[in-house]
């Protein structure tokens, strides 16, 4: 199998939220040979994740560090805070909870 086959079948798991069983049956392998090249690929893109994320820098933006203004106020700040709505598969019973405004369902997750 092909490398391009291997991402592809990876991004269209990841992307549409399906079972390996449906990526089976759309690129006829075996779920096994789905199992095995997704987390082979899962594996190639966590050797790459040093080289291309950084974590965000932990210093004081200059603006902020030589303002008399808002130093005191952000002196002992670590970052922000938001929110954001995650689609989620959610049983059905409890489908009810997780409706947002568009009547879709998510999650609301705070990072």
């Known amino acids: 199998m092909s490398v391009k086959e291997q991402v592809l079948m990876f991004l269209h798991l990841l992307g549409h ?19 095995y090249f997704f987390h082979t690929v899962l594996q190639a893109i966590l050797k790459l994740y040093p080289e291309f994320i950084s974590p965000p820098s932990s ?6 560090l030589n303002s008399s203004r ?21 049983p059905l019973g409890d489908q009810d909870r997780y409706r947002n405004r568009k009547g879709g369902l998510s999650q609301n997750v705070l990072a």
Do not use: M, Q
């Open 17 to 35: 939220n399906v079972r390996f069983r449906v990526i089976g049956g759309r690129f006829f392998h075996s779920t096994w040979t789905i199992h």
């Open 59 to 64: 210093s004081t933006p200059l603006k902020i």
């Open 70 to 90: 808002f130093y005191p106020w952000f002196e002992d700040c670590i970052g922000a805070l938001d929110d954001t709505h995650v689609r989620a598969s959610i």
